[in-house]
Each structure stands twice: as structure tokens, then as C-alpha cells.
């Protein structure tokens, strides 16, 4: 098939053209010098047949949820957003040199080196699908390297809009790290499939292809989906790769969905077990804590922590179902994880901390808290520019159908509501109600925050219902 000619470049004020990097499916990506701050940018520029008034809305919202994931430092950073004389939206971002599609082909990549890519990388679509985005195009040509040569997720958010807003051919879908379901069309996108994109991808920096690719064989589009649909990846072909590693990303490319890690999160948790099975220094999980965890986490000497804070944040989400719902994206929930590692420094912990240590690090805890409120901290926090906490969800049952509800806590025009169920975060929403199906059995609990500029406020208290009871 015949490669499109790049676009023209857009004229844009104060930054001048120098040459085209890449085009895709939808857009086309050039390289600028910004006058003021001096600097080489990547500017990433939509189509112009695929502009409309509707996109330019879509596309708006998007850049804007994407700058703010971008402070994750394994997500590309965005300087600005804007749209061109000629009516094209672009983004100014972050200029990477390289990407893993490039590299993972043509030279063998060390192991430690894959591992530590897949956990950041990983870390980066948590992050993201806890606040309601999934990306929608996991693939090493998207994961570039900054200039520090540290991984960097590229095109979040942009691939979302459009595959709203588009057909699937119009955003390019990549098909070998795209999962069954996605290419039967039944979703468009969920955890479950990010997982499997991200099992996907961590095997071809490994193993020097995609998963499904036969090395000389038929590779074409109808072939490479047939055998998706139906055939397991076989192992990676490395001898270097343990069976613990080959299992993992068996499990993440597992053709049913509740077969797979629950989260991102999970198999961040796989591939950090692999790494200390191998005597390796593990990646340390990058995933933003809320203001109030971070205040409350105490590490006294850097190598102990109050560990029950986090176990308590990650068992809300571990409760096991002995049915699942479709309409949470999953079809899965997260598990509590008990290996012995330190959540925050990703570091094997050998001990827990003694009671001396934890008792000085609660009261370090409760005086810093007593302090805060003496300072008036809470009282601003709830003050006119705090964000609004929402006091009471209420959850109902009819046959099926659950619907938690809870009044406005006086929400702004930018504000959204994010409901999580089971520890799985939907998207971003404005109506004060959210409408699932469950199957008889099920019992379905959900916090509702809300989030301002890019920040969460506090959650509510978690709600459950029993659907065969039909309580909340």
C-alpha cells in the first residue's frame, strides 16, 4: 500500500519549520524551533479531512486532559495546544529523538532494560486510567525516548478522541498490539484490552516482533487477525527469559477478558515479581497518591513505611466477584497484592518495620494532621476554591440494573464527576447518577470524586449494593 505525502506544515507564530518526522493515520508530526524559549519541539498536526467543528471540540477537551496526564514522567510532555491559521488543530510537544520502534528491531534489547520499560510504561496507563482515559494505541512506535533516554508514552488521549469520532481505519488501529475484542469491534476500548496491549508490547521488545507475527510467513492484515482471534502467542524465543516472564505475558494476552491481569496495575505488579526473581533492582511504580495519602505515608528512615495505609487503598478494589459485569469495560477487578515490596519505593522489604518504628511514625502522623488543621489547611481545602466533595451516594437495584446517585456538592462548569466501581474508574461525567448492569450475585460498591483542573478532590464513602438482594 502506497504512503500518503506528509502535509504541508502549518505557519505558526514564533515557531519555525524545520523538517517532517513521521505522518499516521490522522495526523502528521513535524520538527519546529521554538523562538522563545529556544528550543526544538515536535509539533503533531490533524489532518485536515479529518477537521470538523465537532473534532475541534473533542480534539480541545482531549489536549487539555492530555497536558495534565503529561506531568506523569513517563507520558510525553505537551507545552501548548492551539489551532493553525489554516483551521488545523495541533499540539507543541516534547521533542524525543528515538522510539522503541526503531530500536526493538533492529538490535536485541537487554532484559532488565524491557522489564524497567514495561513498568514505567504501565505505570504511565494507570495513571491515566485512573482518571477515566484509555489510550487506545499501546505499540513500541509510541513510546518514545526523551533525550535523558527515559521511556516516554506518546499519543495519550488523541486516539481516544478519534476512535469516538471516527471508523478504525481512519485512526491507523494497529492491529498485531490490538485485542480480539477490539478487533471484532465488540469495544472500542477497555482496561482489559489496555492490559492486552501492554502484554503485546513488552513481548516485542523482547522478542524483536509482535506477538503474532510469523518471521517469514503471511503477515498481512487478514492473517494477523485470524490468528489473534484464535492461537496463543508462542514464547518469546529467548533464552534469557524465564517461564515466569512468558507466563505473565501469556496471561496478558489471554483471548477472555477476566482471564487477563485485572489492571494496569497488576501487571506492573507481574513484571516487578520477574524482576526480583532475577536478582534485579526493581522499576519503582509510578502512580500519583492523593495529597492526603502523601500527607500520612511517614517513612522515618527511607527503608520502612506505615504500611497499612496503601493496603487498605488497594484491597477496596480486590473484591472478587464470582460473576462479572460487561458493562464495567474489564469484565475484571483488581486483586490484592501480597509480595513483599515496599509500594512506594518498589524495593523488596525483607521485615516489616517494628512496633517502635510504627507507633513514632503514627504519632509523627497524627501531630502533623493536628498541625495542618491548626493552620487551617482543611478549613481552605473545603473553602469556596476547594473541590467539592460529594457526602452521599446512594445505590439502587432494579432486576439488572444498578444506579448509584448522589446530590450536587456544588460543582463548577469545569468540574466532572469520576465514579469508580470495584476500584475500576469510569469516564469522566457531568450527570450526578451512573447506570450499570450486574449480573444476579454480583455485589457492586462505588466512590464518586470530583475533579477540578486536572485534580481529584476527596472520595465519598464507598457504596455497595447486593444485586440478588436488591439493597444498597
Not at 64 to 89: C, E, F, K
Not at 118 to 140: C, F, N, W, Y
Not at 186 to 211: C, F, H, K, M
Amino acid at each position: 500500500m502506497t504512503r500518503r505525502l506528509p502535509s504541508t506544515p502549518p505557519n505558526l507564530p514564533g515557531f519555525a519549520f524545520i523538517r517532517v518526522l513521521g505522518s499516521g493515520g490522522f495526523a502528521d508530526v513535524f520538527l519546529y524551533e521554538q523562538n522563545m524559549p529556544r528550543r526544538l519541539v515536535a509539533v503533531k498536526v490533524l489532518l485536515a479531512e479529518v477537521v470538523n467543528d465537532e473534532l475541534r471540540q473533542m480534539f480541545q477537551a482531549e489536549a487539555n486532559l492530555m497536558a495534565q496526564l503529561s506531568s506523569h514522567p513517563s507520558i510525553l510532555t505537551v507545552y501548548q495546544a492551539s489551532v493553525a491559521a489554516d483551521g488545523r488543530p495541533y499540539l507543541v510537544m516534547e521533542y524525543c529523538s528515538s522510539t522503541l520502534g526503531q530500536r526493538y528491531r533492529a538490535v536485541q534489547l537487554p532484559l532488565p532494560e524491557v522489564l524497567s520499560i514495561g513498568v514505567r510504561i504501565a505505570s504511565a496507563v494507570e495513571t491515566a486510567h485512573r482518571q477515566g482515559v484509555l489510550h487506545r494505541d499501546i505499540k513500541p512506535s509510541n513510546i518514545l525516548t526523551t533525550a535523558y533516554g527515559h521511556p516516554v508514552l506518546s499519543d495519550f488521549g488523541i486516539a481516544s478522541t478519534l476512535g469516538e469520532a471516527e471508523t478504525s481505519e481512519a485512526v491507523g488501529l494497529s492491529i498485531p498490539w490490538s485485542a480480539p475484542e477490539v478487533l471484532h469491534d465488540d469495544v472500542s476500548g477497555t482496561v482489559a484490552s489496555e492490559v492486552w496491549s501492554l502484554g503485546a508490547t513488552v513481548y516485542s521488545l523482547i522478542a524483536g516482533r509482535s506477538p503474532f507475527e510469523v518471521p517469514g510467513g503471511d503477515n498481512g492484515t487478514a492473517a494477523l487477525m485470524g490468528r489473534i482471534e484464535k492461537a496463543k502467542p508462542a514464547p518469546t524465543g529467548r533464552v534469557d527469559v524465564p517461564r515466569s516472564l512468558e507466563r505473565v505475558l501469556a496471561r496478558a494476552m489471554s483471548n477472555r477478558p477476566q482471564d487477563r491481569q485485572a489492571s494496569a496495575l497488576e501487571f506492573i505488579r507481574d513484571l516487578q515479581a520477574v524482576e526480583e526473581e532475577l536478582g534485579l533492582l526493581q522499576t519503582p511504580l509510578e502512580v500519583a497518591m492523593d495529597d492526603w495519602a502523601l500527607a500520612t505515608a511517614v517513612d522515618l528512615d527511607e527503608r520502612t513505611r506505615i504500611g497499612g495505609q496503601h493496603a487498605v487503598a488497594e484491597g477496596k478494589g480486590s473484591r472478587r466477584r464470582t460473576r462479572r459485569s460487561a458493562a464495567r469495560g474489564s469484565g475484571t477487578v483488581m486483586r490484592t497484592d501480597t509480595r513483599p515490596h515496599d509500594d512506594t519505593t518498589g524495593r523488596a522489604r525483607t521485615a516489616p518495620p517494628s512496633t517502635k518504628r510504627v507507633v513514632w511514625g503514627i504519632s509523627i502522623a497524627a501531630a502533623l494532621i493536628v498541625v495542618l488543621v491548626g493552620a487551617g489547611v482543611f478549613a481552605a481545602v473545603q473553602g469556596t476554591r476547594g473541590i467539592p466533595v460529594v457526602t452521599d451516594v446512594h445505590g439502587t437495584v432494579e432486576g439488572t440494573t444498578v444506579t448509584f446517585s448522589w446530590d450536587d456538592p456544588g460543582i463548577e462548569g469545569g468540574d466532572a464527576y469520576v465514579v469508580s466501581v470495584d476500584g475500576v474508574p469510569s469516564p469522566m461525567q457531568r450527570e450526578a447518577s451512573y447506570v450499570m448492569t450486574a449480573a444476579d450475585g454480583d455485589r457492586v460498591c462505588a466512590t464518586v470524586t470530583v475533579t477540578r483542573d486536572g485534580k481529584s478532590g476527596a472520595a465519598s464513602a464507598e457504596r455497595c449494593v447486593d444485586v440478588e438482594e436488591g439493597v444498597g
